[in-house]
């Protein structure tokens, strides 16, 4: 086959237009190339819509072990990620948050109050021009030492523990999780999460906490006293929801309590959920009263916030009074109600079967803990029977033949 022939004028076309797909092909790769930046251009950039007083993402506290920077995500998005992919995050969605044994399908577990503290604390950050990605952080990792069977195994479990003269408590628990017992990598034991979360987890503190003891040096980060605020506005809001699901209260009971009247009332105008509306209330009134802290307290800096001695991130005292009294209610008609403490009682029963036959008889995987972390018979143990979601720690109690009696009437068939 004979080549084409080309005259003078043809070949200067084809030159031509060669030469500007080349052109094309440079000037899409150069346009690529500005659109994807450099981590620390990245972290200067979000760093740009904080407030003077937020945790920067481009510098900060550190990790316990220095690691090289990732070339996509700033530090926090890597801890974010660490937290997530890790077995005790995924357990959570096996966790009682209020309804021991289940119930439904729609109620709150675990795990769905986890992502609900994260969403709210990340609308509150960006609404006080705050680090989203730590309160993210703390948010997501908050709850990972909670033990199976909720407040109740936890009370279980730190009774267990004063008897080897020691204690239990979730935060500290969470603390160890992402600090020891979770795994990411062969270099170092833990996450290596960035200390800024680490403290964030220490710090953690609502009503239903009770810390052994304050730790750090200097007062939380904003970031961390939103995600304590965030937990309990989740927790009071998908409460309400929750108890009305199950018929442990009515519409007309709940809504008898001043703010719960306020929220409803606002809900049926609006056509909206009595949850959604509480929040709203409630988040509201947490930037107005924030914001006036921050002015009256004249912080400008976060060197400002660890050395303030009061909370900066709080409730005006008239909300604060109005959601007490609505506690109040949760706790009369849902967390004390009868049902509810029958099953509590059964799971803490199960926990410290387990820790007591645990102790005598321990395991593989509980040698296996107590070799890892150079610890106590007993606190690994705790370790082990903490990490269980509630099927997991019933039906090793059935295994063992040491389920209470009447656990499979109360609870059911896990």
């Known amino acids: 086959m004979r080549s084409p022939t080309w005259t003078t004028q043809e070949h200067s076309i084809l030159i031509r237009r060669l030469s500007g797909r080349t052109n094309h092909r440079k ?71 209020v309804f021991v044994g289940g119930g439904g399908d729609h109620f709150r577990t675990r795990l769905t109050h986890t992502m609900e503290v994260a969403g709210i604390s990340r609308d509150i950050a960006r609404g006080l021009q705050l680090n989203e990605d730590l309160a993210e952080c703390i948010a997501l990792a908050h709850d990972l030492g909670h033990p199976p069977f909720g407040h109740a195994g936890e009370e279980a479990l730190h009774v267990w523990m004063q008897s080897h003269g020691m204690h239990f408590e979730h935060n500290e628990q969470s603390y160890r999780i992402v600090d020891v017992l979770a795994e990411h990598g062969s270099l170092f034991r833990g996450l290596n999460l960035n200390k800024e979360v680490l403290e964030g987890l220490l710090k953690h503190r609502t009503p239903h906490d009770h810390p052994s ?89 976060l060197d400002d916030v660890y050395g303030a001695s009061i909370p900066l991130v709080c409730f005006s005292d008239a909300l604060r009074s109005s959601l007490d009294a609505l506690r109040a209610f949760l706790w009369n008609h849902m967390y004390n109600n009868a049902t509810v403490l029958r099953r509590s009682t059964v799971g803490q029963q199960i926990v410290h079967a387990l820790c007591n036959a645990y102790e005598q008889a321990p395991n593989d995987k509980i040698i296996a803990l107590q070799e890892k972390t150079g610890s106590a018979l007993c606190e690994a143990v705790k370790d082990y029977v903490a990490g269980m979601t509630d099927h997991y720690a019933f039906s090793q109690a059935a295994q063992l033949g040491i389920l209470p009696e009447g656990a499979e009437d109360a609870l059911g068939h896990y």
Do not use: M
């Open 213 to 301: 003891h304050d730790s750090g040096l200097h007062a939380p980060s904003l970031e961390a006293q939103l995600v304590n605020i965030a937990d309990e506005i989740a927790y009071t809001a998908h409460d309400c929801e929750d108890g009305l699901k199950a018929s442990l209260f009515s519409l007309k009971e709940i809504t008898a309590v001043p703010l719960a009247r306020e929220a409803y009332d606002r809900a049926a105008h609006r056509g909206t959920s009595l949850r959604g509306s509480l929040i709203h209330l409630l988040v509201t009134d947490l930037y107005q009263e924030t914001s006036a802290i921050l002015l009256s307290q004249r912080i400008t800096t």
């Open 27 to 97: 000037t899409t790769r150069n346009r690529y190339a500005r659109l994807v930046l450099t981590t620390q251009d990245r972290a200067r950039q979000f760093d740009a819509l904080l407030a003077t007083y937020a945790v920067r993402h481009s510098d900060g506290l550190g990790r316990a072990h220095p690691e090289e920077e990732d070339p996509t995500r700033v530090r926090f998005q890597r801890d974010r990620g660490r937290i997530v992919h890790t077995q005790e995050f995924r357990r959570l969605k096996g966790k009682t948050q």
